[in-house]
Nanobody
C-alpha cells in the first residue's frame, strides 16, 4: 500500500517562502504523476502543481506559476514544493497526491491517493 506523508507547512508572512516535502513509500500501482492539491475553508480543493514520476514534465496552476516549483529527488522517494513570494490566498491545507493512469488527473483536483495534509498559513 502506497503512503504519502507531507511535512514543512507552517506560518509565514506574505512575501516569505516555505518548502513542503512529501515522503513516498511505495509508488501507487499504475500511477503516472504526483503533485500537490490544496484546500482552504469554504473553497473547493484546487490543483497546485504536478510532476511526472520521471521528473521530465511538470505543470502548475496559473495562480502559482513563477512562484512555486515542484521537484523530486533522484530516488523518487521525496517530492518537494518550493513556495516563494507567498500570498495570503495561498493559505490552506496542502495535500501530496498521486494520480492513476491518467497523468493529467490531478489538474482536475481529483486524485487516487493522498497524504494527511500539512497546513500552510500566510499572514498579511
Amino acid at each position: 500500500q502506497a503512503q504519502l506523508v507531507e511535512s514543512g507547512g507552517g506560518l509565514v508572512q506574505a512575501g516569505g517562502s516555505l518548502k513542503l516535502s512529501c515522503a513516498v513509500s511505495g509508488r501507487p500501482t499504475g500511477s503516472r504523476s504526483i503533485g500537490w492539491l490544496r484546500q482552504s475553508p469554504g473553497k473547493e480543493r484546487e490543483f497546485v502543481a504536478t510532476i511526472s514520476w520521471s521528473g521530465t514534465t511538470a505543470a502548475y496552476a496559473d495562480s502559482v506559476k513563477g512562484r512555486f516549483t515542484i521537484s523530486r529527488d533522484n530516488a523518487k522517494t521525496t517530492f518537494y514544493l518550493q513556495m516563494n513570494n507567498l500570498k495570503t490566498e495561498d493559505s490552506g491545507v496542502y495535500y501530496c497526491t498521486s494520480s492513476g493512469n491518467n497523468p493529467y488527473q490531478l489538474l482536475s483536483g481529483s486524485y487516487n491517493f493522498r497524504g494527511p495534509g500539512t497546513q500552510v498559513t500566510v499572514s498579511s
